[in-house]
């Protein structure tokens, strides 16, 4: 049987494949089972300095398993371990959005409901000019999981992310990155190496310090702006105390590029 998940390792990056190509890579428990762990082990290595979460045969991921929804089998232990069993694995998304380092993500193909939802999840996203994107959820009659609305209210609003989830058009890339959901928009042929490429870049930077950058963004949703800054000068200083920030301020007045260790 394949690997639900492949996991590749190139110069620090973490490539996280979803494999279920003959189903356009879509959402089985199974996958998310693996995927979950994936993302757990990618957060916690130190060895990790950069996600890079891409799907296999030219398709991101169409979104949850609509054939296995309907089976009676999914509603054997009611609605309360449906829900459990939802939450536990949306920790995907979860960590994705919060883990101490930066995660991409590929779009190619397509990018619905909860696949979007996870696409939507990462710091960044590069996508195909011709990759469709939609959150698909209504078409379905279901409400959305996997943070996605969360994402899309931070990232265009609320009206937008109205319009967005209650009408389910289908987006290029080109439409994703005029309201600012794609990072980058490339031409299918050169994807694969452009996703690559910006993910490898970001690996080669200072991890601790990208950590601590996507700490300030997140709380800054929810902190006032005296427990902000509170947070912010603790996270300033605690950089200024790593090997990174020396090799930083030593490469700036030798006038050559900053070898970072994450340290």
């Given at each position: 049987?394949?690997?639900?998940?492949?996991?590749?390792?190139?110069?620090?990056?973490?490539?996280?494949?979803?494999?279920?190509?003959?189903?356009?890579?879509?959402?089985?428990?199974?996958?998310?089972?693996?995927?979950?762990?994936?993302?757990?082990?990618?957060?916690?290595?130190?060895?990790?300095?950069?996600?890079?979460?891409?799907?296999?045969?030219?398709?991101?991921?169409?979104?949850?398993?609509?054939?296995?929804?309907?089976?009676?089998?999914?509603?054997?232990?009611?609605?309360?371990?449906?829900t459990d069993s939802?939450?536990?694995?949306?920790?995907?998304?979860?960590?994705?959005?919060?883990?101490?380092?930066?995660?991409?993500?590929?779009?190619?193909?397509?990018?619905?409901?909860?696949?979007?939802?996870?696409?939507?999840?990462?710091?960044?996203?590069?996508?195909?000019a011709k990759a469709?994107?939609?959150?698909?959820?209504?078409?379905?009659?279901?409400?959305?999981?996997?943070?996605?609305?969360?994402?899309?209210?931070?990232?265009?609003?609320?009206?937008?992310?109205?319009?967005?989830?209650?009408?389910?058009?289908?987006?290029?890339?080109?439409?994703?990155?005029?309201?600012?959901?794609?990072?980058?928009v490339v031409p299918?042929?050169?994807?694969?190496?452009?996703?690559?490429?910006?993910?490898?870049?970001?690996?080669?930077?200072?991890?601790?310090?990208?950590?601590?950058?996507?700490?300030?963004?997140?709380?800054?949703?929810?902190?006032?702006?005296?427990?902000?800054?509170?947070?912010?000068?603790?996270?300033?200083?605690?950089?200024?105390?790593?090997?990174?920030?020396?090799?930083?301020?030593?490469?700036?007045?030798?006038?050559?590029?900053?070898?970072?260790?994450?340290?």
């Open positions: 049987m394949n690997q639900l998940v492949i996991e590749r390792r190139e110069q620090g990056l973490l490539i996280l494949t979803m494999n279920r190509p003959e189903r356009r890579n879509a959402l089985s428990a199974e996958m998310l089972d693996a995927l979950l762990s994936a993302t757990e082990r990618a957060a916690s290595d130190r060895g990790v300095r950069a996600v890079l979460l891409k799907g296999a045969g030219g398709t991101f991921s169409v979104g949850g398993d609509v054939k296995s929804m309907a089976d009676p089998q999914e509603w054997q232990g009611g609605l309360e371990a449906l939802l939450r536990r694995r949306a920790r995907i998304s979860e960590l994705l959005h919060e883990m101490p380092k930066p995660t991409v993500a590929m779009i190619d193909g397509a990018a619905a409901g909860a696949g979007l939802s996870l696409a939507l999840a990462c710091d960044f996203r590069i996508a195909g469709k994107m939609t959150t698909a959820f209504v078409r379905v009659a279901l409400s959305g999981d996997f943070g996605g609305s969360y994402f899309l209210t931070k990232l265009v609003g609320s009206a937008k992310a109205r319009e967005l989830y209650l009408t389910s058009p289908v987006m290029t890339g080109e439409d994703a990155h005029a309201l600012g959901l794609a990072t980058r299918e042929e050169a994807l694969e190496e452009e996703a690559l490429s910006f993910a490898l870049e970001l690996a080669t930077g200072p991890t601790l310090t990208i950590g601590y950058i996507k700490a300030n963004i997140n709380i800054a949703e929810k902190l006032s702006l005296k427990e902000h800054l509170d947070q912010e000068s603790l996270h300033h200083s605690r950089c200024m105390a790593t090997d990174d920030h020396k090799e930083a301020a030593s490469a700036f007045l030798e006038k050559r590029r900053a070898v970072f260790s994450a340290r």
